[in-house]
């Protein structure tokens, strides 16, 4: 009997072991490993933070699903990892911590013949001075908690607006490293709608912070659409959005601290900076759990099972070379590390081997880099590539063929909400081939398959999200037939 452990219960993680379990039975034991006893879809956070959406339509409890799926299920933070065993046993390990009520703070080693890490990220507010919503100034919408408390202050922005105040809003990232800018301009543009539908946007200012060296960068470099027989560049096509909805950017910048009420960002075009606000949402940039691993004698080799970043290694080029000399071939295919084959290192737990979009740096030397984006429907499909790479492994013997889902072939649709309402809501709806561009196969469409590069925006696509919203929450939840929802 083959025992598989999975670190993370996320888009990833979830994934991998629903798929496992369902391939293997009874006959192999599927273990998930997560700190937090609930399942959150992180998309619709963005509604928690605006007031549109109660936190409990965004999560729900993960043991009685394991429990009903026969997964085996550790409330726990995964600390280290023991790839060659310890002086008890070969087999691969993993040290824990638990985190539920009951054995909080006991520790306990658990073997695996097989290992996934989908630890998700660690959230890094501490990288900017004053930034985070503990122990900082701004606000976050990371996770429901973090987006019931900022929908809280936007709603004492809008009393305030009422009251006859003029108010400033500042939304984008918190450093120059950070990713998942989509969900930034998501929360702009809900704040925007928001400020609206109260009937007191002409006395607010939204503007939008970010790392991307322009607007529809999203840390991919970019999109090129083709609209009425003619090319549109995202950056036009949001360009043209911010303005309509009257959103000022600042862009290729990097703040660098945040007080109770400026902050204080580097341009790298135009040098040190400064906005003042009443409320603020910038996202942290993201690193890795901080996992440890340790060879059979207890020596540490973290170094060869992870970046520096704290993300793991996998199948892919992490040679030091010029950004223009990176290409689509050096991202992984099978997201397996080559220390280890037995352990696989999806979502945002894998290390990316180079940026997407041009890193720069200011005047003064602060690194402005958007990291590549690591979410989504690309998220679940390394999950579920690495939970059938097993399932064949275990069937079939070490010879069998690894399934592959590299992120410079995969496509990937985007649904941004721009306004939650039935009736006066909108998205826009985006879809990008392949995720990571390929220069060499399509040089003058930014490196993507312009025939399956779209974007459009409009109340049909705030229909179409929600509508996603309730299926995924179905498929996470393992309902009949969830493994028909595809990734």
């Not at 705030?462 to 929450?473: D, E, G």
């Amino acid at each position: 009997m083959a025992r598989i452990v999975i670190l993370g219960a996320g888009v990833a993680g979830h994934t991998a072991a629903l798929h496992a379990k369902r391939k293997l039975g009874a006959d192999h034991e599927v273990v998930v490993v997560s700190p937090n006893s609930k399942w959150n879809w992180i998309p619709s956070n963005i509604w928690v933070g605006v007031g549109r959406m109660p936190a409990e339509k965004v999560v729900f409890p993960l043991a009685p699903i394991y429990r009903r799926k026969h997964i085996e299920f550790h409330q726990a933070l995964a600390t280290a990892i023991r790839p060659d065993g310890d002086a008890e046993d070969a087999r691969g390990a993993v040290d824990i911590r638990y985190t539920d009520p009951k054995r909080s703070g006991q520790t306990a080693r658990l073997r695996y013949d097989y290992l996934i890490n989908a630890t998700g990220p660690k959230l890094r507010f501490e990288a900017t001075p004053g930034l985070g919503p503990d122990g900082g100034h701004t606000a976050s919408v990371c996770t429901p908690g973090h987006a019931v408390d900022a929908a809280a202050q936007l709603d004492d922005v809008i009393a305030r607006l009422r009251a006859g105040q003029r108010q400033t809003v500042v939304v984008g990232i918190g450093h120059g490293t950070c990713t998942c800018e989509g969900a930034a301009f998501e929360y702009a543009l809900n704040v925007d709608h928001e400020l609206r539908e109260a009937g007191v946007r002409d006395r607010a200012e939204v503007v939008y912070l970010s790392n991307e060296p322009e607007l529809g960068d999203f840390g991919v470099g970019g999109m090129v659409f083709e609209e009425k027989g003619r090319r549109v560049t995202s950056s036009e096509w949001m360009e043209s959005l911010f303005h309509e909805r009257d959103v000022r950017a600042i862009t290729h910048a990097a703040p660098t601290e945040i007080t109770d009420r400026v902050i204080h960002y580097d341009s790298v075009a135009d040098g040190p900076g400064s906005i003042e606000y009443d409320f603020a949402m910038l996202l942290p940039p993201f690193g890795g759990v901080g996992l440890e691993a340790y060879d059979r004698d207890g020596n540490d080799i973290t170094s060869e099972l992870f970046a520096p970043s704290g993300f793991m290694l996998v199948d892919a080029d992490y040679g030091d070379k010029p950004f223009d000399e990176w290409r689509a071939a050096d991202w992984p295919r099978t997201y397996r590390s080559p220390r280890n084959p037995n352990i696989f290192g999806v979502g945002i737990a894998f290390a990316p081997p180079h940026a997407i979009t041009r890193p720069a740096r200011t005047a003064a030397g602060v690194v402005v880099a958007p990291a590549p984006p690591r979410t989504g429907m690309p998220s679940g499909m390394m999950g579920k590539i690495a939970a059938f790479t097993i399932v064949d492994l275990i069937r079939q013997g070490g010879d069998a063929r690894p399934h592959e889902a590299p992120m410079p072939e995969l496509a990937a649709a985007c649904i941004a909400s721009t306004g939650a309402h039935m009736l006066r809501g909108s998205a826009a709806t985006m879809t990008m081939s392949p995720v990571v561009p390929d220069y060499q196969r399509y040089p003058d469409t930014a490196g993507r398959d312009i025939a399956e590069t779209r974007g459009e925006i409009g109340l049909a696509g705030h229909w179409l999200k929600r509508m996603l919203h309730t299926a995924f929450i179905y498929k996470a939840k393992a309902l009949p037939f969830w493994y028909l929802i595809p990734e």
